[in-house]
């Protein structure tokens, strides 16, 4: 079974350009979540996704937005760059929120992106 | 708000030892789930170990086993016989009822052959 699958794995984008990660989620699961990794600072949660509704966000400025599609494959976009939006960009998809909670989150391997 | 504290950035530990990890959250709610997650170089986040949080008894996975102690709103992560491999980013995270994860600061462990 194909686990959680991101890409690119590098992008490279100059300042006030956009950038757009893709996420494909297990078979089966319907939530998807975005975290920011950057340097010293852990897991940044950015967004949650379910069922194709945005169900929360995290504390991050409105130019970090996504959607999710009927496939439950999701988008993560970054309008206007900043050199500090450099970070690996993580997503993690877990089983139905409402059928099955409290299931753990299966991670991609990330999209590693740099602001020049 | 729920958060989630690991006060130790960074530790290390002689290979066959025993060391653990600290992680504090923060919750109102009674009903939760706590996970250990570890990173490696390579990126792959892996699952460690989980702990239900209605359940007294630790959880235990072969080598690593966990202290949660509910009350004090502490979990930590003990690794035995720490092996090379074990070397990694350790994040702690809590989940609620709602399915929202949160996660630690992390530490990096560092194993010493």
């Known amino acids: 079974e194909a686990g959680v699958t991101q890409s690119p794995t590098h992008l490279i984008k100059t300042r006030g350009q956009q950038a757009t990660l893709r996420c494909s989620p297990i078979?089966?699961?319907?939530?998807v979540y975005w975290y920011q990794q950057a340097l010293g600072l852990g897991l940044q949660f950015l967004l949650w996704?379910?069922?194709?509704?945005?169900?929360n966000r995290g504390n991050f400025p409105p130019r970090f937005s996504g959607r999710q599609f009927p496939n439950y494959s999701s988008e993560l976009n970054v309008n206007a760059l900043e050199l500090e939006d450099s970070a690996l960009y993580l997503c993690?998809?877990?089983?139905?929120?409402?059928?099955?909670?409290?299931?753990?989150?299966?991670f991609g391997q990330g999209t590693r992106l740099t602001v020049v | 708000a729920q958060t989630v504290t690991q006060s130790q950035p960074e530790m290390s530990v002689q290979e066959a030892e025993t060391v653990t990890l600290s992680c504090t959250y923060d919750?109102?709610?009674?009903?939760?789930?706590l996970f250990w997650y570890k990173q490696p170089p390579s990126r792959q986040m892996i699952l460690v170990i989980r702990?239900?949080?209605?359940?007294?008894q630790n959880a235990t996975e072969n080598r690593f086993s966990v202290n949660f102690q509910k009350a004090a709103k502490s979990f930590s992560l003990k690794i035995s016989d720490s092996q090379l491999g074990d070397a990694a980013m350790y994040f702690c995270?809590?989940?609620?009822?709602?399915?929202?994860?949160?996660f630690g600061t992390g530490t990096s462990l560092t194993v010493i052959p």
């Open positions: 993690a998809s877990s089983s139905d929120t409402y059928r099955v909670w409290n299931t753990e989150a299966f």
């Open positions: 078979s089966g699961h319907t939530s």
């Open positions: 996704y379910d069922e194709g509704e945005e169900r």
């Open positions: 919750t109102s709610e009674s009903d939760y789930y």
């Open positions: 702990q239900e949080a209605y359940k007294q």
């Open positions: 995270a809590y989940q609620n009822t709602g399915n929202q994860f949160y």
